[in-house]
Structure formats: structure tokens, C-alpha cells
């Protein structure tokens, strides 16, 4: 706060005050309407678009995230039902349904070793999975949310490092599965991952997965990431069976409900 102004010496005398000309005071209260007006809009424009020098929450990082795992409804998360509208080959719609959710636990039993050790510089806090059946019980899907203790610098350093290595396209850092024993999923175990993708999310500490196989227990001897499984011409099973898709979908469909709890957790109060 500026010191309050003081005036200087009450004795000088003051001239006369030219009259002012009408249009050029009108012109000048426009010009500091206007100032205030772009000042404004530019402030307000900042908070629409997330510019963060303008974001007073900035500074609080994940914060706000850090307690989702355990303060959200399983449903939210992982809803009963699933729709991908032009999610399937050729811009089919799918519809998956879930067939459980495990308990959150820790990470070392729900993840392979090797992805695990790829975590450690961000951390990993808990994991979160459920499994889904497609309408025709044919194909089930795993999808997983990891939560990590990183702070969001770290986030984008994982991020680059799994674009710039392809790390999500190494078949040995493929996401375990989780096998629902009575159920279609039974039989979903290592040896019958089809396509999987693995994707770090940089506005909240958490990376996405999601690993496809089919129902009946089949072994896949050439699993495909989700890129390649879902390109124009792939010949493999789990391209011509839609594994892909099937990942691909349902992955991105839990990442939307993730994106939607993480903006309301760090909305503004009114």
C-alpha cells in the first residue's frame, strides 16, 4: 500500500486554471474506462484459460488432488457403465460394463516390477483399478489410475520422458491386469494382454492405464500398444478384434470423469 500523499508547501499560489474543453474530457474519462476495461478482461481471461502468473492457487500444486483416491466414490471413478460413442474400429460406438473394482492398494503387487521402478522418481502412492466386459462379453479390459507424490514438475518430466523414450510402447512395461474370479474376467491374466496404453497426466499427480485381452483366456503371442493396434491397416489380433479400441476407449473415458473431480476440487469459491 503507497504511503498516503502529503502536500508539499500550502502557501504557494496557485495560477489560474484554464477552462477544460468538454470533448477532451469526455475523451480522456473513455480512454481510462477503456484501461480499466482491458485490465480487467485481461485478469478474468487469465483465470478462464489457466494462465498460472495470474492463478493465485498455483503455488498449492497438487494439493487439492492429493486426496481424491480416497475421498471419491468408486462410481465416479469407474462407472457401472461406460459409453465410447465412436470409439470403436471404423467409429463404431461401444458400451462396456464393469465388472469389478479392486480395493486401493499399494503399488508394488499391482504393478510390474520394471513399470514400477519407472515410477520411482515421481513416486507412487496408490493404485486404483476396475475391470470392464464389452456388450458382447467377448473382450475385457483392465484401467488403472496411479496416484504418485509427485508435484507437477515432476509430472512433466515423466511426461516427456515417456514421449521422448516411447516407454508406452515397450511390451515389458505393460500394466498388469485384474482377473475377477465367477466372472468373464477369470481367465484375464499376463499371458493374455492383446494392446494397453499408459498415459501421465500433467494438471494432476496421477497416470492413466488401461490393458486389453479377451474373455475367453486366450494367450496373445504379439500384443500392441494401442497406437499401432488402432492404425489403418493393422493385421494383428488385437487390431482386427478391436482389443485396441477397446483400451483406447475406456481409458479415455476415465480419464474425462478424472479431468471433471480434479477441476471441481480446484474450483474457485464463489
Not at 17 to 31: D, K, L, Q, S
Not at 186 to 196: I, K, L, T
Not at 247 to 261: C, H, N, P
Request: charged content about 20%.
Amino acid at each position: 500500500m503507497e504511503p498516503p500523499v502529503t502536500t508539499a508547501d500550502t502557501t504557494t499560489r496557485l495560477g489560474p486554471v484554464p477552462a477544460r474543453h468538454p470533448g477532451r474530457t469526455a475523451a480522456a474519462i473513455a480512454c481510462v474506462v477503456l484501461g480499466l476495461g482491458l485490465i480487467g478482461g485481461a485478469v478474468t481471461g487469465s483465470w478462464l484459460t489457466g494462465d498460472s502468473s495470474a492463478d493465485p492457487a498455483t503455488g498449492a500444486g497438487y494439493a487439492p488432488l492429493r486426496s481424491l483416491w480416497h475421498s471419491t466414490p468408486v462410481d465416479t471413478f469407474f462407472p457401472r457403465t461406460l459409453k465410447g460413442d465412436g470409439a470403436g474400429p471404423g467409429g463404431a460406438d461401444r458400451t462396456w460394463t464393469r465388472v469389478a473394482a479392486a480395493p486401493d492398494s499399494g503399488c508394488t503387487g499391482a504393478l510390474d516390477p520394471l513399470l514400477l521402478k519407472t515410477l520411482r522418481p515421481v513416486g507412487c502412492q496408490r493404485v486404483l483399478r476396475a475391470t470392464y466386459v464389452d456388450a458382447t462379453s467377448s473382450t475385457v479390459t483392465t484401467v488403472g489410475m496411479i496416484f504418485t507424490e509427485a508435484e507437477p514438475a515432476g509430472m512433466e518430466a515423466l511426461d516427456a520422458r515417456f514421449t521422448d523414450e516411447k516407454l508406452g510402447e515397450r511390451t515389458d512395461l505393460m500394466p498388469r491386469t485384474y482377473p475377477v474370479k465367477g466372472t468373464v474376467a477369470a481367465g484375464f491374466g499376463d499371458g493374455q494382454r492383446a494392446s494397453w496404453t499408459v498415459n501421465v497426466l500433467t494438471e494432476a499427480p496421477v497416470v492413466v492405464y488401461a490393458v486389453s485381452g479377451f474373455a475367453d483366456g486366450r494367450q496373445v503371442p504379439d500384443p500392441q500398444p494401442v497406437d499401432k493396434a488402432t492404425a489403418d491397416g493393422a493385421k494383428t489380433a488385437a487390431a482386427q478384434s478391436g482389443l485396441g479400441h477397446d483400451a483406447k476407449g475406456i481409458a479415455e473415458g476415465v480419464e474425462r470423469g478424472l479431468r471433471t473431480t480434479a477441476s471441481k476440487a480446484t474450483e474457485r469459491p464463489e
